[in-house]
T-cell receptor, first 112, second 114 residues
């Protein structure tokens, strides 16, 4: 079945550092979504991307829809303690856009 | 705050029982989808309802069924519960569906099957 390969699985960084995570797929997606999930909560939408090559920012977050339509990345600049959590890439496959497929998540830890 | 609310927040059931989970979608949203999230995994698509009809389904057996009501709220029903059904069940609502439709999630229902 369709899968999203998200990396890294986890990251340990110092406060103030920049963060980069990415997601790849073997099939084409027509929408890419990035979510953050805190413990005991549902995923919260951070950024939505709709066109190949699109680069979108939301405050300190920047995400891009890859040209091949098979990948996306999320960057977080100048990390702060509240950035801790699990980040999921997700997307709507071109041939099954009724559903959203999720990656396995990147767990972000910030060292004091 | 997404405006998507789920009830109950936690539930414990015994293997073989049946369970009904509820979701109230964001105002104006006509599409509701349900996801199962096992511990340490990303959410997995169960099915989607658009204007009271199921219009998409993931790889889940028929004992997972649902309903959408005229006000676009929704229910997820699971029959003959198994231990592996223990998970966080998430409901998401969107304005329409397909390419370009952003999905907003509720806080989830944590189901434990013992």
């Amino acid at each position: 079945g369709q899968q999203l390969n998200q990396s890294p699985q986890s990251m340990f960084i110092q406060e103030g550092e920049d963060v980069s995570m990415n997601c790849t797929s073997s099939s084409i997606f027509n929408t890419w979504l990035w979510y953050k999930q805190d413990p005991g909560e549902g995923p919260v939408l951070l950024i939505a991307l709709y066109k190949a090559g699109e680069l979108t920012s939301n405050g300190r977050l920047t995400a891009q829809f890859g040209i091949t339509r098979k990948d996306s990345f999320l960057n977080i600049s100048a990390s702060i303690p509240s950035d801790v959590g699990i980040y999921f890439c997700a997307g709507r496959p071109m041939n099954r856009d009724d559903k959203i497929i999720f990656g396995k998540g990147t767990r972000l830890h910030i060292l004091p | 705050e997404t405006g998507v609310t789920q009830s109950p927040t936690h539930l414990i059931k015994t293997r073989g029982q049946q369970v009904t989970l509820r979701c109230s979608s964001q105002s104006g949203h006509n599409t509701v989808s349900w996801y199962q999230q096992a511990l340490g995994q990303g959410p997995q698509f169960i099915f989607q309802y658009y204007r009271e009809e199921e219009n998409g389904r993931g790889n889940f057996p028929p004992r997972f069924s649902g309903l959408q009501f005229p006000n676009y709220s929704s229910e997820l029903n699971v029959n003959a519960l198994e231990l592996d059904d223990s998970a966080l069940y998430l409901c998401a609502s969107s304005l329409e569906w397909g390419a370009g439709a952003e999905a907003f999630f509720g806080q989830g229902t944590r189901l434990t099957v013992v």
